[in-house]
């Protein structure tokens, strides 16, 4: 049962565009979620986090977008740059749960185009 | 850097044997999660200590075992390894408090591959 869900398993996108990275889940209990970057043979980096208090927050270039009632987010990253060329996993947890693991989807890789 | 460790990087054995794998945590986090990551998949939780003690359990083998010490590092144990348990360990943790609002910070993880 893949409770989040990344559709788009690659993505590229000219440098200086605007990337767009897309996620779905299917637990409404999911209430805090997050996006990481992971390059090769590195763990996953941390790159931006939003409530489900929330409908947006953005840091920098990288804007992250939730829709509760469809049950999807968005990571927007503007302009996209080579370095922004990786894999971005979605994750998501619940505070009801007695536990902080994350439920992770499998994925997009992203190629920014120079 | 994340300020998590772990060791080894690399690891290779053969079926049937047992492997540990160990984690630091950043300095004065308290939770540590270890995850799977199987060949072009998603990261699969396996466990979390926190403190000392086991808080979350997900698709942990029997075969596989953890524990978190008194300095707070972390040890995932490995045995009566299969081919199927070649994958990518990684290790996380995060700062003590409530709820869901922790953000998890990644260590580089432990490459194992089993012949």
């Known amino acids: 049962d893949q409770q989040v869900k990344q559709n788009s398993p690659s993505l590229s996108v000219q440098e200086g565009r605007i990337s767009i990275l897309n996620c779905d889940y299917t637990?409404?209990?999911?209430?805090?979620f997050l996006w990481y970057k992971k390059y090769p043979a590195e763990g996953p980096t941390f790159l931006i986090s939003i409530s489900s208090i929330k409908d947006k927050n953005e840091d920098g270039r990288f804007t992250v977008f939730l829709n509760k009632s469809a049950k999807h987010l968005s990571l927007h990253i503007v302009p996209s740059q080579p370095g922004d060329s990786a894999v971005y996993f979605c994750a998501a947890s619940g505070s009801n749960f007695g536990n902080e693991k994350l439920t992770f989807g499998t994925g997009t890789r992203l190629t920014i185009i120079p | 850097d994340s300020g998590v460790t772990q060791t080894p990087k690399h690891l290779i054995t053969a079926t049937g044997q047992r492997v540990t794998l160990r984690c630091s945590p950043r300095?004065?986090?308290?939770?540590v999660y270890w995850y799977q990551q199987s060949l072009d998949q998603g990261l699969q939780f396996l466990i979390q200590y926190y403190n000392g003690e086991e808080r979350a359990k997900g698709n942990i083998l029997e075969r596989f075992s953890a524990q978190q010490f008194p300095d707070l590092h972390s040890e995932l144990n490995l045995s009566s390894l299969e081919l199927g348990d070649s994958a990518l360990y990684f290790c996380?943790?995060?700062?003590?408090?409530?709820?869901?609002?922790?953000?998890?910070?990644f260590g580089p993880g432990t490459r194992l591959t089993v012949l």
């Open positions: 996380a943790s995060s700062t003590p408090g409530a709820g869901s609002t922790d953000t998890q910070y």
């Open positions: 637990n409404s209990m999911f209430d805090y």
């Open positions: 300095s004065g986090d308290l939770s």
